[in-house]
């Protein structure tokens, strides 16, 4: 995953198990150049269960609102830009990714927050061994 410098990419990512555990893997599919209010990466986070992606349902710009997963529309709602600091940010909002709560438990609920630099908002992409040519990952928090 490149920065590119005045441009953004749009990237698409496949999510592989369940977001309550905060453990994602995910799959770098294709690059499309798009243009957007700020020049990071974009991604849309896509399950290999389904193929559904990551969405803010009804697209509600409120801190608190609830990750589902939906049928790409290729809304803002449903696509993320990930920060070298390890926060995965809406592009509707600028809200970050969040554990709610910070529950450390298996199936807590993730929702969007304003950055607080709390560890339930911190993030985590490792490449997967086997993945030299899908572009596979997991995401951690």
Not at 62 to 76: C, K
């Amino acid at each position: 995953m490149t920065k590119n410098k005045g441009n953004t990419h749009n990237y698409y990512l496949i999510t592989a198990i369940s977001l309550g555990l905060g453990i994602v893997s995910i799959l770098l599919l294709s690059s499309n150049h798009l243009n957007y209010a700020y020049s990071e990466s974009t991604y849309f986070i896509k399950s290999k269960l389904n193929g559904l992606v990551l969405d803010i349902p009804g697209a509600d710009p409120r801190p608190g609102a609830f990750i589902q997963t939906w049928t790409q529309n290729n809304g803002l709602g449903q696509q993320w830009t990930i920060t070298d600091d390890g926060f995965i940010k809406s592009k509707l909002n600028g809200m970050v990714l969040e554990i709610r709560a910070s529950n450390p438990l298996p199936g807590a609920f993730i929702q969007t927050w304003t950055q607080n630099n709390g560890l339930g908002q911190q993030w985590t992409l490792e490449k997967l061994p086997e993945s030299t040519t899908n572009n596979s990952f997991n995401v951690t928090n």
